[in-house]
């Protein structure tokens, strides 16, 4: 390959990371073709881009951006699929399904989300637990409505309360 090629590929790479919140490292290689499919399926419909690279050309991208992303360098070794996403936990989720037929491919190698780095299968569960940020924005205003909803019914309640007093009341003078 040359070297303007891979420098091409290169930036397109760090392009394509710098436009995503974050990014998965995954094994693929093994899959047979119907498996392979399944995934790309399944990434499309999740809004998940799914990039084989090299490991070589992922690891200058990664150096010509901004952040330390040195601890996944030692992930980079063996065939490596991109599994770019906004949605942190959502590749997470995707991999936990193939898992759970029994497959075991695609298996993370790391990841990068949040600022953070997962290294490891055993990372799985970790990162598909993580909330996203609709998930976060959806329990802060269940919080936030809650004591509204009590002070509001407590209202109502006492509302009833007091004019039933006093329903009472006016009676017991006649």
């Given amino acids: 390959m040359k070297k303007e090629d891979k420098a091409i590929i290169i930036n397109q790479i760090a392009e394509t990371i710098k436009s995503y919140s ?39 991208a990664l150096e010509s951006l901004e952040g330390d992303y040195s601890e996944l360098y030692k992930a980079l070794h063996g065939p490596t699929s991109l599994m770019c996403t906004n949605v942190g ?3 997470a989720k995707l991999l936990k399904d193939f898992v759970k037929k029994g497959d075991t491919l695609p298996a993370l190698k790391g990841a990068y989300i949040e600022e953070s780095v997962y290294l490891g299968a055993d990372q799985l569960d970790t990162l598909a637990s993580i909330k996203s940020k609709n998930e976060l924005i959806a329990d802060v205003i269940a919080l936030l409505q809650s004591p509204a909803k009590n002070v509001v019914s407590a209202l109502q309640s006492g509302g009833n309360k007091l004019h039933g007093i006093l329903e009472t009341l006016s009676k017991k003078e006649n």
């Fill in 22 to 60: 974050g990014f998965y490292l995954v094994e693929t290689a093994g899959l047979d073709a119907e498996k392979t499919s399944a995934l790309r399926r399944a990434c499309f419909n999740s809004d998940i881009k799914l990039v084989v690279v090299k490991n070589k050309l992922l690891y200058e």
């Fill in 89 to 91: 936990n959502a590749p």
